[in-house]
């Protein structure tokens, strides 16, 4: 069974770019497209982005355009998050999530594994 481990969470200035990481172990990790999804207080979990398998295909929430970039190294294992730009409204708990289904139109219904989160604070 894949295990997922989120890290690069925490405090970040406002106009700053963040870049979290999650770490896979325990299982076939090229087999699972991946994805981010994240959760503010009070909201619902809201997808992020999400890459492919093999990471030559990936996409993102209409929301994000032009802030986040998914990619992902099979060799070491690891699911990154690049976001720059950020604002109070990205203030969230950042989760990884794999999936035996397609990347493209991920949903929170179609994950398979998730990660524990990791929380993202933008101080302005």
């Known amino acids: 069974q894949l295990q997922l481990v989120e890290s690069g969470g925490g405090l970040v200035q406002a106009g700053d770019s963040l870049r979290l990481s999650c770490a896979a172990s325990g299982g076939p990790f090229h087999f699972y497209a991946m994805g981010w999804f994240r959760q503010a207080p009070g909201k619902e979990r809201e997808f992020v982005g999400s890459?492919?398998?093999?990471?030559?295909?990936?996409y993102h929430a209409d929301s994000m355009e032009g802030r986040v970039a998914i990619s992902r190294d099979n060799a070491k294992r690891t699911l990154y998050l690049q976001m720059s730009s950020v604002q109070a409204e990205d203030t969230a708990v950042y989760y990884c999530?794999?999936?035996?289904?397609?990347?493209?139109?991920?949903?929170?219904?179609?994950?398979?594994?998730w990660g524990k989160g990791t929380p993202v604070t933008v101080s302005s």
């Open positions: 890459i492919s398998g093999s990471g030559g295909e990936t």
């Open positions: 999530a794999a999936t035996l289904g397609p990347a493209q139109h991920m949903k929170r219904d179609a994950v398979n594994i």
